[in-house]
């Protein structure tokens, strides 16, 4: 089975079930209460297996989130300052090699540190010194950017095979019907326990000072330590009669839709305290605005501006 | 029908009877075929055909459970085990299965067989002037036609166990 055939699947699941069903009703030989519950069978078999399956069809494609993953991971590479060039959350993350561009920002002090004016003195202080640190921050924001795109494509994935292997498994339980004794078939759910290596890396930025100062120089150990793996949920999908297949497999479905929303929450959560510490710190994420932005050529010389150079 | 229904349907197993002069081949869950060593079937008795085609129906069920079981196992599936059934519907189910009484027979009520115990216990009947009366080939079809009809009475009874224990309202209703 493949999950491009989830509808499929979900269809032959109300073909069998209903055929399973009838002939439990049959057995009752009761015309009256055959007439009765046929309906009822119908629109399980029919209507709501294939509703509950419907949403799950439209998961998206895995492969939609890579074209955004490789324009964040083009942004790391500008982003790379040299002094750590590992992505420092994603455990899919690569290194990037240390941009050269970046050094002449650092390289620029030179030119400038003989200038009298108050903007380029501040240009100094607050450009040219926290430079470093700056882009370090951003690049660590983007890589939790990318880290929570990488997290929602391996829910997605998980998502996939999680609801692929209820269909798969229900079909086994029906198809096994009449072989009287019991079986069961196991359905683990996997997508939450899919973002664990990567969605729990992302740091909380923390919200004092203190902390988001050194956001630059902890490294990726100490998130990754923080991951520790949620054993998945299981549930079972068996019945000795249809209705009861079919009951396990609808409270295997809400299951599932419980795990993904749960885990879409934790990414969202974590995206949020990332936003908050941006929020609350912007400074170190973005550079102030240049004084000498306002400069123009009548004015360049001027005391608060670039002043004048020995 | 999935992979594994496929299986099970297609599922064949072959058993000889302890005296060796009979094998015996299941297919799916309802068609048998005999055949007799050359020369048995003119030779032997209607009690002790029935003794050995009831030592068959046994050997049958344990080589098709065991088949079952490894076709569940290999789909990443188990067997309930009846002692550690813990919920009160699993525990009715298999006591149920164990009180059903199949009953199966040929068209014209020459081969009989009964099935107990959730098939574990089996007893075949073959009527007196039977071997006189049907040609080796005939009696292989009667056999058949009596096989096809225990299992299917069987089958018809598990149906209507799983709906009194797992959907008593209805037969409360009267159906």
Redesign the interface.
């Known amino acids: 089975m493949s999950f491009e055939q989830l509808m499929q699947h979900a269809a ?1 699941i109300g073909n ?1 079930a209903f055929k399973e069903g009838l ?6 030989k ?1 015309p ?2 055959l007439a009765q ?1 046929q309906p009822k069978l119908l629109n399980r078999c029919y209507a709501e297996v294939p509703g509950l399956f419907q949403p799950f069809s439209q998961i998206p494609d895995p492969a939609s989130y890579d074209p955004a993953i490789e324009t964040l991971k083009r942004a790391l590479a500008k982003l790379s300052t040299g002094q750590d060039t590992r992505d420092p959350i994603s455990t899919n993350g690569g290194s990037y090699y240390a941009n050269p561009v970046l050094d002449k920002i650092s390289g620029s002090e030179a030119y400038i540190e003989s200038w009298t004016g108050k903007a380029a003195m501040e240009f100094k202080t607050n450009f040219i010194d926290p430079f470093p640190s700056v882009a370090r921050n951003q690049f660590i924001l983007i890589s939790a950017l990318k880290a929570a795109l990488e997290a929602e494509q391996a829910m997605w994935a998980a998502a996939r095979k999680d609801i692929d292997q209820i269909a ?2 229900t ?6 019907m ?9 359905v683990t759910f996997t997508a939450a326990a899919a973002i664990t290596g990567i969605l729990l890396t992302i740091p909380t930025l923390g919200g004092s000072a203190a902390l988001a100062i050194s956001i630059s120089t902890v490294g990726a150990a100490a998130w990754v330590a923080a991951a520790l793996p949620p054993s998945p949920p299981e549930l079972t999908i ?7 297949v079919l009951d396990s497999m609808h409270t295997a479905v809400n299951k599932a839709s419980e795990v993904i929303s749960e885990t879409e929450q934790r990414i969202a959560k974590a995206l949020n305290n990332v936003l908050d510490a941006v929020h609350g710190n912007r400074d170190y994420f973005v550079a102030p605005r240049p004084a000498l932005v306002g400069a123009v050529r009548q004015t360049i010389m001027n005391p608060e501006y670039m002043g004048y150079s020995d | 029908m999935g992979e594994l229904g496929d299986r099970l349907d297609g599922l064949r197993v072959n058993v000889r009877a302890p005296n060796g002069e009979i094998t015996a081949e299941l297919t799916g869950r309802h068609e048998l075929r005999l055949a007799f060593e050359p020369g048995y079937y003119g030779r032997t008795s209607e009690s002790e055909l029935q003794q050995q085609l009831t030592a068959v129906c046994r050997l049958l069920w344990v080589a098709r459970t065991r088949e079952v079981e490894a076709a569940v196992s290999d789909s990443g599936g188990w067997t309930v085990n009846p002692a550690s059934a813990q919920a009160p519907a699993a525990r009715a189910y298999f006591q149920g299965l164990d009180a059903i009484e199949a009953h199966g027979a040929s068209t014209d009520g020459s081969v009989e067989v009964d099935a107990k115990q959730g098939m574990r216990t089996w007893e075949v009947r073959v009527s007196p002037g039977t071997l006189r009366r049907c040609s080796e080939a005939e009696f292989v079809a009667r056999a058949a036609e009596a096989a096809d009809s225990v299992v299917r009475d069987q089958l018809d009874k598990v149906r209507r166990l799983r709906i009194e224990v797992h959907r008593p309202e209805l037969l409360d209703n009267g159906a």
């Not at chain 1, 002939?23 to 009752?28: N, W």
Request: proline share 0%; aromatic share 6%.
């Open positions: 032959d069998k002939e439990e009703l049959m057995a009752l009761s009256s209460y519950e798969e498994n079909l086994k339980a029906l198809d096994c009449d072989d009287c004794t019991s079986k069961e078939w196991a068996s019945g000795d009669e249809t209705n009861a």
